[in-house]
């Protein structure tokens, strides 16, 4: 019904910076809030940054100043800039959005497949 599709990993070197974007797809209804997860190996996935719909923001502590998140209501997309990367940012991000669809007419916490973003010299 709805599908998250995340863009922008890959390999960068301490000191880089990237990119993530998001885009959600299907039948939308509307999206409450979105954001970005990651999980490295053994470890929880975690909160990254996450944008509600009128914009407030949260952040982990160990990426604020660092990472941005943004989000266009209009394409229902959601961005993750990232600079000043370190390696123990290394792990897969994740996208997630609350929607609600046109069929099901309730929220529902939908994810995206991941994106490795590895952060090495």
């Known amino acids: 019904q709805v599908q998250l599709v995340e863009s922008g990993g890959g390999l960068v070197q301490p000191g880089g910076s990237l990119r993530l974007s998001c885009a959600a797809s299907?039948?939308?209804?509307?999206?409450?809030?979105m954001g970005w997860y990651r999980q490295s190996p053994g470890k929880e996935r975690d909160l990254v940054a996450r944008i509600t719909s009128d914009g407030r923001l949260n952040y982990a502590d160990s990426v604020k100043e660092r990472f941005t998140i943004s989000r266009d209501n209009n394409k229902n997309t959601v961005d993750l800039q990232m600079n000043s990367l370190k390696p123990e940012d290394t792990a897969v991000y994740y996208c997630?959005?609350?929607?609600?669809?046109?069929?099901?007419?309730?929220?529902?916490?939908?994810w995206g497949q991941g994106t490795q973003v590895t952060v090495s010299s």
């Open positions: 997630n959005a609350d929607i609600k669809t046109m069929a099901l007419g309730y929220f529902y916490m939908y």
């Open positions: 299907g039948r939308i209804f509307s999206i409450n809030s």
